[in-house]
């Protein structure tokens, strides 16, 4: 993302080919508005609202519309040298700039590079111009060991529940899996999805798919029930789930209204091990296509009980795994670990289709309805532990 300079896009252009190039809207606004300055008074307001309502236009029907306002204002004259020069040097360039242009790049949300810039300044405050290159190197090398360490402190963090959140259970469940930012943009969904205010018409046509309109704006999105995805502008440039899925999904009394955490790209989730990079460089990430069941064939299960059979389970296997013999009890060690992992990264479905081959287990023994368990030379699909 850059601003209007072009020797910029085309040294950007030429180390990346097959990169998309947007413009920052703060530059734009602020370019544009200053050649509207130039005006008289009661028009150049006027102007400078409508240069500012074609950039963050959602639909190509609100562009034209702010466009031939524009001209309006004008006097209708094409010849005007402001309506000239946004003809010849921005209109013709709307995938750059405009809003509902930009709809199907994963910007999340980050339409400007002022962050960039800022983080610029900051370090500016750090390194002086006096700095010989061994001393620059050096400091900048400080600068991203401490901000990497920064990182992983906070990747490792033990995190609690957010202050201030209503009992529904399933946000409060979500906050703590994902980020902060990520969580406010999901709870707005979630709020749209469940409000009054939400008056879409679903249709459910061919399978695995849903079609959502509302009456009263006459927008209309493909949702597929069975990835969890949809076709609009959050979705794609948040990576995150929209209001018209969750909407669906309780149209169609599925177990939750939130899709399942392996629908959310994992740049989302806190504590996925692809976040840490004291392990990997960080991927860039992206929006996983899962499949799932159409609708809920089983009745929802609340958070307490979830955990209260969890538990249970897990002391029995505890049990079992105490009176196990030292390589069964590595071995059955491994595969748990393997589970939380699994557990942790949303990949619970793949991990339970998985073929793994390790070294086998024979009962040996019992101690009351307890079996003892044992390593031996074969090699089994499954171990056994009871």
Not at 58 to 75: F, H, P, Q, S, V
Not at 208 to 235: H, L, Q
Not at 338 to 361: H, K, M
């Amino acid at each position: 993302m850059t601003d209007k300079a072009v020797h910029e896009k085309d040294v950007l252009r030429e180390a990346f080919p097959d990169a998309r190039q947007l413009l920052c809207q703060w530059h734009v606004v602020t370019w544009l508005k200053k050649q509207a300055a130039r005006l008289a008074g009661p028009v150049k307001k006027e102007v400078k609202g409508l240069l500012s309502l074609m950039v963050y236009a959602k639909t190509d029907e609100e562009y034209g519309y702010a466009k031939g306002a524009m001209l309006e204002k004008l006097g209708g004259n094409d010849s005007h040298p402001l309506y000239n020069i946004f003809m010849e040097n921005w209109d013709n360039s709307q995938d750059d700039w405009v809003s509902f242009k930009r709809g199907n790049v994963p910007h999340l949300t980050n339409n400007t590079n002022n962050r960039i810039e800022s983080k610029w300044g900051k370090i500016k405050d750090v390194i002086k111009d006096t700095f010989s290159i061994d001393e620059l190197l050096s400091t900048l090398i400080t600068l991203q060991e401490y901000a990497e360490d920064q990182y992983i402190d906070e990747y490792h963090r033990v995190g609690g529940r957010p202050s201030g959140l209503c009992e529904d259970e399933e946000l409060s469940s979500l906050a703590l899996q994902i980020s902060k930012f990520a969580f406010n943009l999901v709870s707005e969904q979630y709020a749209f999805a469940n409000g009054g205010s939400a008056d879409y018409e679903v249709e459910l046509g061919s399978p695995c798919k849903a079609s959502i309109k509302s009456p009263r704006t006459g927008n209309a999105y493909e949702v597929s029930t069975m990835r969890s995805k949809c076709d609009c502008i959050f979705m794609n440039t948040c990576l995150l789930p929209c209001r018209h899925v969750m909407f669906v999904r309780n149209h169609c009394n599925y177990e939750t209204v939130i899709p399942p955490m392996r629908s959310f790209s994992t740049r989302w989730i806190v504590h996925s091990p692809v976040n840490n990079i004291a392990e990997r460089d960080v991927a860039r990430g992206g929006l996983k296509q899962i499949t799932c069941s159409a609708l809920s064939q089983q009745s929802p299960v609340s958070t307490t009980d979830m955990y209260i059979e969890a538990k249970a389970v897990a002391e029995k296997i505890i049990d079992r795994m105490a009176l196990q013999s030292t390589p069964t009890y590595r071995v059955a060690l491994q595969w748990l670990q393997d589970f939380y992992g699994a557990l942790n990264s949303g990949d619970v479905i793949e991990f339970s289709q998985r073929e793994a081959t390790f070294l086998g287990l024979s009962q040996v023994s019992s101690v009351g309805a307890t079996r003892l368990s044992q390593n031996v030379v074969c090699r089994l699909r499954v171990p056994t532990l009871c």
